[in-house]
């Protein structure tokens, strides 16, 4: 439709009233896609962490061999 010129380009998100308006889609397809949004979104929060989430967890991953682990070897 926005290829056509039916609709002004854009978002097609955003776009969705302005698509049940000009009869290119039903509501209820507006609200099909308008949930699938909803759902992806909240998917990818779960994925969201603050910049410093695994700072302090990184330090725990570092290697730092004991005398015994280092006996044996030359400098």
Known sequence: ???NGELAGGDPEQCLDAAVSAGLIEAREADAVRAAVDARRR???VDEFPADYWKEEEHSWQHK???SQQAGRSS
């Open 1 to 3: 439709a926005m290829r």
């Open 43 to 45: 998917v990818i929060g």
């Open 65 to 67: 061999p004991t005398p």
